[in-house]
């Protein structure tokens, strides 16, 4: 895995195919391995570009107050350190979050912007989630338990749970065998979601946007539908009916096949 240095840190990516550079931006407690379900269908037409974002994977763990917006400047600096003047922008959740940053500050990088399960300004709701996130994440101490325990029963709908307990190990089984980050980490990057306000920003994204959503999705539920589609001009809404936060493991090939036409739309 090659690691280059992006503005104050060195920033761990991986780079796979061939075409218009699209950069992965993953959600929180993950690293650039969260998108080994779409990179294989993305890279037959793109170059892409999954990234670490800082206080992940093996990019650099600074201490101090971390935010979205930084992240946004992190993966612009990463940009300008490959090479790539303007690249399609793609998140889930913290990604999406990150995405609307970047698109925003720097919208003459962005070709196309890809928002999964995201939100434009954190609400009571929300941060009271977190927050119990970050409760059990401190009480379990090992943040692969704390993903699988504390925060996958917010990603999938009880019926994956009922129906497909087999591929739900099988992600949990993932989870452990990535990179262990540490809590510290990770009580840093929840509190950047907690803290994350681009509500001012969406008027400034010029990139044409798809916007998607699960429907049975209560952490970054459709009630951020609207906020999001009338403050960004060029965007358009999907619901994904059979899914909950993670339509990305939920409904792969629905999901791989709508955000890719989007994509693919949008590519000269």
Known sequence: MPKIQAGSIKMNYEQQGSGEPLILIPYLAADHACYAFQVPDYSKHFTCVSVDLRGTGESDKPGGVYSTEMFADDVAALMQALGIPKAHI???SLGAATGMWLAAK???RVKSLSLHSGWHKSDPYLKTVLNGWQVMARQIDNMPEAVIQAIFPWCFTPELYSQKP???KALSDFVRGRPKQPLDAFIQQSNAVMNHDAEAQLGKIRAPTQITFGRHDMVCSTRFADPLKNGIKNS???IFEDCS???LYENVPAFNE???AFLRKHAT
Do not use: C, N
Request: charged residues 20%; negative net charge.
């Open 106 to 108: 720097y919208p003459d």
């Open 236 to 238: 358009e809404l999907h």
């Open 245 to 247: 936060h993670a339509g």
């Open 258 to 260: 709508k955000t890719l």
């Open 90 to 92: 793609y998140g889930v």
């Open 166 to 168: 087999d591929y739900i």
